[in-house]
C-alpha cells in the first residue's frame, strides 16, 4: 500500500482565514469509530462476555490499557477523566481494584492468548508509588499470560515533575519499554496560564535517565494552541526538544471546550490563538521537525525514521485507537479502571467514567460496564475506512467496498458529495476510487474522515466535539 511520504522539508502550510471559516467545525478525532459519545447503556455486562466467547475463537494477541485517574494538581488544559488529590493513599485501594476486576474479566479469555501491549496513562500514572507501580504490573502478569517477544510494548505516561531518575531504573526494572513525557511547552507565559509550571533541566534529566536505563522509545507531548503561545516561543520548546531526540513527539492541539471541563473555564478565551494563528504553530512544528528529520506520521504524530510507528506507517499496518497511533493493530484492547475503553471483536464497552461507579461494580463483584456498542455492517466498513484515512492519509475505495461487497460510489454517495467541498479547496482529491489527503490537507484529516461519518448526520444524537482546526 502506498502510505503518506514524510513531509518535504520546510513544508509550509498557508491557509487563508475565508477558507478557515468554511471548513472549521466540531468533529471526533477518531480514536475509534464510532466515537465513544454513541455508545449507549443497552450494552452491559452479559454483552461484554460474549464479544469475549466470540473473540477466543480468532485468539488474537490483547492490549491493556489501565487508566490511572489520580493527580495532584490540575493543569486548566486537561480534558482527561482525572481526580485532583494530594493523597497518595489512594493508589493503594485503587491498584487493588483494579486487579480485583482484572480478576474478572482474565479468566474469560483463552489463556494462550498473549498480552502483546500493556499501557498506563491517565491521569497522572507516576502518582502511584514505585511500590503501588510494582504490585499492579506484577498482579496483571500473574492474571494474563504476557509475551516475551522483542516487539511487545509496555509504556508509560509521565508527568517529568513528580519523577526521579530511581523512578525510571524502577520502571525499566518492571519490563517497561517506552515512556511518554508531558511537556507541552516551556515557555513560562504559558506554563503559568495552564497551572503547569515545569523546570528545563529537570524535564531534559528524566528524558536522559529513560535512555540511559535501556528504554527503547522516550516520547514527548507539546500542545499547541495554548494561552499566551507564540510563534517564537513554540519555536524555542521545539528546539529544546529536539537538541534531545526523542524517538516520537506527539503535537496535539488544544480543544478548548470549558462547557464540559470546568477547569478550562480558569483559561480566557482572549488568551487563545486564532485558528488561523493556532494552525501556523502546528505548521511550524512540522516544518522543525521534518527539517530535523522525523516523519509526519498523521494528525499529531511524529517519529524518526526508524521508530516503531514510522516503520509500521510505511508498512500499511499503523493502527488508531483510544491510546493514539500504535503498532499493535491485530489486537483486542482491554481497559481496565475508571473510565477506560475495551475493544473487543466488533464491539466497544466502557467502564464508568465516575470514581464511584466503577468503585462500586467492582465492589459489587461485576464486571463494570457502563455502555458499550456492537458494530454493524455498516459501522465496520466505516470504521475500515476512517482508519485507513487516518494512519494512511488515503484509501482505495473501491478494493475496500469490494472486500465489504458493497459499490462505493453508490454507498457512500452523500459522502463523495461531501467530500467535493475538500476537493475544492486542494484539502482532497479522488481518482479511480482513492480518496486521499493532499499535502495541504494532512493536518486536516478529520474533516477528510467526516465525510465518511453517518453519525454526524443524525439530528437525534446531537454530541459537542472540539472544532476540527
Same mark, same amino acid.
Given at each position: 500500500?502506498?502510505? #503518506?511520504?514524510?513531509?518535504?522539508?520546510?513544508?509550509?502550510?498557508?491557509?487563508?482565514?475565508?477558507?478557515?471559516?468554511?471548513?472549521?467545525?466540531?468533529?471526533?478525532?477518531?480514536?475509534?469509530?464510532?466515537?465513544?459519545?454513541?455508545?449507549?447503556?443497552?450494552?452491559?455486562?452479559?454483552?461484554?462476555?460474549?464479544?469475549?466467547?466470540? =473473540?477466543?475463537?480468532?485468539?488474537?494477541?490483547? =492490549?491493556?490499557?489501565?487508566?490511572?485517574?489520580?493527580?495532584? =494538581?490540575?493543569?486548566?488544559?486537561?480534558?482527561?477523566?482525572?481526580?485532583?488529590?494530594?493523597?497518595?493513599?489512594?493508589?493503594?485501594?485503587?491498584?487493588?481494584?483494579?486487579?480485583?476486576?482484572?480478576?474478572? #474479566?482474565?479468566?474469560?479469555?483463552?489463556?494462550?492468548?498473549?498480552?502483546?501491549?500493556?499501557?498506563?496513562?491517565?491521569?497522572?500514572?507516576?502518582?502511584?508509588?514505585?511500590?503501588?507501580?510494582?504490585?499492579?504490573?506484577?498482579?496483571?502478569?500473574?492474571?494474563?499470560?504476557?509475551?516475551?517477544?522483542?516487539?511487545?510494548?509496555?509504556?508509560?505516561?509521565?508527568?517529568?515533575?513528580?519523577?526521579?531518575?530511581?523512578?525510571?531504573?524502577?520502571?525499566?526494572?518492571?519490563?517497561?519499554?517506552?515512556?511518554?513525557?508531558?511537556?507541552?511547552?516551556?515557555?513560562?507565559?504559558?506554563?503559568?496560564?495552564?497551572?503547569?509550571?515545569?523546570?528545563?533541566?529537570?524535564?531534559?534529566?528524566?528524558?536522559?535517565?529513560?535512555?540511559?536505563?535501556?528504554?527503547? =522509545?522516550?516520547?514527548?507531548?507539546?500542545?499547541?494552541?495554548?494561552?499566551?503561545?507564540?510563534?517564537?516561543?513554540?519555536?524555542?520548546?521545539?528546539?529544546?526538544?529536539?537538541?534531545?531526540?526523542?524517538?516520537?513527539?506527539?503535537?496535539?492541539?488544544?480543544?478548548?471546550?470549558?462547557?464540559?471541563?470546568?477547569?478550562?473555564?480558569?483559561?480566557?478565551?482572549?488568551?487563545?490563538?486564532?485558528?488561523?494563528?493556532?494552525?501556523?504553530?502546528?505548521?511550524?512544528?512540522?516544518?522543525?521537525?521534518?527539517?530535523?528529520?522525523?516523519?509526519?506520521?498523521?494528525?499529531?504524530?511524529?517519529?524518526?525514521?526508524?521508530?516503531?510507528?514510522?516503520?509500521?506507517?510505511?508498512?500499511?499496518?499503523?493502527?488508531?485507537?483510544?491510546?493514539?497511533?500504535?503498532?499493535?493493530?491485530?489486537?483486542?484492547?482491554?481497559?481496565?479502571?475508571?473510565?477506560?475503553?475495551?475493544?473487543?471483536?466488533?464491539?466497544?464497552?466502557?467502564?464508568?467514567?465516575?470514581?464511584?461507579?466503577?468503585?462500586?461494580?467492582?465492589?459489587?463483584?461485576?464486571?463494570?460496564?457502563?455502555?458499550?456498542?456492537?458494530?454493524?455492517?455498516?459501522?465496520?466498513?466505516?470504521?475500515?475506512?476512517?482508519?485507513?484515512?487516518?494512519?494512511?492519509?488515503?484509501?482505495?475505495?473501491?478494493?475496500?467496498?469490494?472486500?465489504?461487497?458493497?459499490?462505493?460510489?453508490?454507498?457512500?454517495?452523500?459522502?463523495?458529495?461531501?467530500?467535493?467541498?475538500?476537493?475544492?479547496?486542494?484539502?482532497?482529491?479522488?481518482?479511480?476510487?482513492?480518496?486521499?489527503?493532499?499535502?495541504?490537507?494532512?493536518?486536516?484529516?478529520?474533516?477528510?474522515?467526516?465525510?465518511?461519518?453517518?453519525?454526524?448526520?443524525?439530528?437525534?444524537?446531537?454530541?459537542?466535539?472540539?472544532?476540527?482546526?
Amino acid at each position: 500500500m502506498h502510505t #503518506i511520504p514524510p513531509a518535504a522539508a520546510g513544508l509550509a502550510w498557508h491557509f487563508d482565514p475565508d477558507l478557515l471559516r468554511r471548513h472549521d467545525r466540531p468533529g471526533p478525532r477518531y480514536t475509534s469509530y464510532p466515537a465513544a459519545p454513541h455508545f449507549h447503556d443497552g450494552f452491559g455486562e452479559q454483552q461484554l462476555h460474549a464479544a469475549i466467547h466470540a =473473540s477466543n475463537a480468532r485468539a488474537r494477541a490483547l =492490549s491493556l490499557y489501565v487508566h490511572v485517574p489520580y493527580c495532584s =494538581s490540575p493543569c486548566f488544559y486537561c480534558g482527561c477523566n482525572r481526580v485532583i488529590t494530594r493523597d497518595h493513599g489512594r493508589g493503594v485501594a485503587y491498584v487493588a481494584r483494579v486487579l480485583r476486576e482484572a480478576d474478572r #474479566i482474565a479468566p474469560l479469555f483463552d489463556p494462550s492468548r498473549e498480552v502483546i501491549q500493556l499501557h498506563l496513562g491517565g491521569g497522572t500514572p507516576n502518582f502511584l508509588a514505585a511500590a503501588q507501580l510494582r504490585a499492579l504490573v506484577d498482579g496483571l502478569r500473574q492474571r494474563f499470560r504476557f509475551s516475551a517477544a522483542d516487539s511487545r510494548d509496555v509504556s508509560i505516561e509521565l508527568d517529568p515533575r513528580f519523577v526521579t531518575r530511581a523512578d525510571i531504573a524502577g520502571l525499566a526494572e518492571l519490563g517497561f519499554t517506552r515512556a511518554s513525557l508531558g511537556i507541552q511547552d516551556f515557555d513560562p507565559a504559558v506554563q503559568r496560564a495552564i497551572n503547569r509550571e515545569q523546570d528545563v533541566d529537570q524535564t531534559l534529566d528524566i528524558l536522559r535517565a529513560c535512555r540511559d536505563h535501556g528504554l527503547r =522509545s522516550v516520547n514527548v507531548d507539546l500542545i499547541y494552541g495554548l494561552p499566551h503561545q507564540t510563534p517564537a516561543g513554540f519555536a524555542q520548546t521545539l528546539e529544546t526538544v529536539l537538541r534531545e531526540r526523542p524517538d516520537r513527539l506527539a503535537i496535539y492541539g488544544y480543544a478548548h471546550l470549558p462547557h464540559l471541563f470546568k477547569a478550562q473555564r480558569q483559561i480566557p478565551d482572549a488568551a487563545l490563538p486564532s485558528p488561523e494563528q493556532k494552525l501556523a504553530l502546528l505548521g511550524l512544528a512540522v516544518r522543525r521537525l521534518t527539517l530535523a528529520g522525523y516523519q509526519y506520521i498523521g494528525m499529531d504524530h511524529f517519529a524518526l525514521p526508524g521508530e516503531d510507528l514510522s516503520q509500521a506507517q510505511r508498512a500499511g499496518q499503523l493502527h488508531r485507537n483510544f491510546m493514539g497511533y500504535t503498532t499493535h493493530a491485530d489486537t483486542d484492547l482491554v481497559g481496565l479502571g475508571a473510565s477506560a475503553i475495551s475493544h473487543i471483536g466488533d464491539t466497544y464497552s466502557q467502564n464508568p467514567r465516575d470514581l464511584p461507579g466503577w468503585e462500586d461494580a467492582v465492589d459489587a463483584g461485576r464486571l463494570p460496564v457502563w455502555r458499550g456498542l456492537h458494530l454493524d455492517a455498516d459501522d465496520t466498513l466505516r470504521a475500515e475506512l476512517i482508519g485507513q484515512l487516518m494512519c494512511q492519509g488515503q484509501v482505495d475505495g473501491r478494493a475496500l467496498a469490494r472486500r465489504h461487497g458493497v459499490d462505493f460510489e453508490v454507498y457512500f454517495a452523500d459522502a463523495l458529495i461531501a467530500l467535493q467541498r475538500l476537493q475544492d479547496d486542494g484539502l482532497a482529491e479522488y481518482t479511480d476510487g482513492v480518496v486521499r489527503s493532499t499535502e495541504r490537507g494532512r493536518p486536516l484529516l478529520r474533516l477528510l474522515a467526516m465525510c465518511f461519518d453517518r453519525y454526524l448526520a443524525r439530528p437525534d444524537q446531537p454530541v459537542r466535539y472540539s472544532r476540527a482546526i
